[in-house]
């Protein structure tokens, strides 16, 4: 389990990443995006789904922060933060075939969405 701290320390990283040169806006200047998500897996799948959402994750371009976590009272729910360099390169996440292939694999493995928030990124503590 990541410990707070870590956390953080991810998240202090993925945006000071983001604010370099070239990496913090597109072309067409948009703001940085974030998305923080439920994603109900199938009882005693949570696992299985959680290799697949992190084995997609590399082939998305334009992500700062994928992180994946456990919910504690849930044994079934997952909770998603996405911290990515533009809107357009969230849109643009679901299309590399890699992707597609893991979506295939993980629907089944999925009983329902929670929560949904998209947020803007807009500094850190740590």
Same mark, same amino acid.
């Given at each position: 389990?990541?410990?707070?701290?870590?956390?953080?320390?991810?998240?202090?990283?993925?945006?000071? @990443?983001?604010? @370099?040169?070239?990496?913090?806006?597109?072309?067409?200047?948009?703001?940085?995006?974030?998305?923080?998500?439920?994603?109900?897996?199938?009882?005693?799948?949570?696992?299985?789904?959680?290799?697949?959402?992190?084995?997609?994750?590399? @082939?998305?371009?334009?992500?700062?922060?994928?992180? +994946?976590?456990?919910?504690?009272?849930?044994?079934?729910?997952?909770?998603?933060?996405?911290?990515?360099?533009?809107?357009?390169?969230?849109?643009?996440?679901?299309?590399?075939?890699? +992707?597609?292939?893991?979506?295939?694999?993980?629907?089944?493995?999925?009983?329902?969405?929670?929560?949904?928030?998209?947020?803007?990124? +807009?500094?850190?503590?740590?």
């Amino acid at each position: 389990m990541m410990e707070r701290r870590e956390f953080i320390g991810a998240a202090a990283l993925a945006l000071l @990443a983001s604010s @370099a040169p070239g990496l913090g806006m597109g072309n067409d200047m948009e703001e940085i995006y974030g998305l923080i998500g439920q994603l109900k897996a199938n009882a005693g799948q949570r696992a299985e789904l959680i290799a697949i959402l992190l084995e997609a994750s590399q @082939a998305m371009e334009g992500n700062l922060l994928y992180l +994946v976590a456990e919910d504690l009272e849930d044994p079934d729910l997952i909770w998603i933060t996405e911290v990515w360099r533009t809107r357009t390169d969230h849109a643009n996440s679901l299309k590399p075939a890699a +992707v597609q292939a893991a979506i295939a694999r993980a629907r089944p493995l999925i009983a329902g969405f929670g929560l949904r928030a998209e947020t803007r990124p +807009v500094g850190y503590a740590g």
